[in-house]
């Protein structure tokens, strides 16, 4: 226990003399954990307990109101701002200061989907420019399955996205694939009706099929 005199000096030389923790502990005579635990229990932030007073102290209310304004300003910018403002440290120490103001973004929740060897795939429609067929110039496009465990893709070019050729990347698909128990379709225009997201009468006799393996 130390008495309020000494309490009064520890808090005295930290905040009017700018000492570090380990300069007010050796001058007073006492464990630099005491020194910390006076500090603390007096509100001071445990970050600025121990750290010299930096050129970039006064310029950090500046930092911290423009990186909650702007959170992916870079720092070289951020440095430029408020050397035109008079700060007259070295862009390399106003990067860490930086570093420690800038916020953390919050972490994305996620949820992690598991299928089995051969339960889902995914399919959709590739572009790829358009070729001559004859004397017309067609679309070239891709039907891509791609199953949801292994990643494996089934592709397979046509030269348009109707029904029958959509109905016919399937059922080549199902010849490499015997069952698939789930088709994914993103909001596909050839699997869902216009501007809803239920599948159509077709997509739904499709699925039927693989799921019955017919």
């Not at 017309?136 to 891509?144: D, K, Q, S, T």
């Not at 030269?159 to 199902?174: E, K, N, T, V, Y």
Request: zero cysteines; proline letters at 7%.
């Amino acid at each position: 226990m130390i008495n309020k005199e000494t309490e009064a000096a520890i808090l005295r030389l930290h905040h009017v003399e700018k000492w570090p923790v380990g300069t007010i502990a050796a001058q007073l005579g006492v464990h630099h954990s005491v020194v910390r635990r006076v500090l603390a229990a007096e509100g001071v932030p445990a970050e600025a307990v121990g750290r010299r007073p930096s050129r970039s102290d006064p310029y950090v209310p500046f930092i911290q109101e423009t990186l909650a304004r702007y959170p992916k300003l870079r720092a070289s910018r951020l440095y430029e701002m408020v050397r035109q403002r008079g700060y007259p440290g070295r862009p390399d120490h106003f990067r860490a200061v930086v570093r420690r103001y800038r916020p953390t973004p919050p972490a994305e929740a996620f949820l992690r989907l598991r299928t089995l060897p051969g339960e889902q795939a995914q399919v959709d429609w590739g572009h790829f420019g358009k070729i001559d067929v004859g004397r017309a110039r067609r679309p070239l496009v891709a039907f891509v399955m791609v199953l949801s465990w292994s990643r494996q893709v089934f592709l397979r070019f046509f030269l348009d996205q109707r029904m029958p050729s959509f109905l016919a990347g399937h059922a080549a698909a199902r010849l490499l694939w015997r069952v698939l128990r789930i088709l994914l379709y993103d909001n596909l225009k050839s699997a869902v009706l216009s501007g809803e997201t239920t599948p159509s009468a077709s997509t739904l006799t499709l699925l039927a099929r693989f799921v019955t393996n017919a």
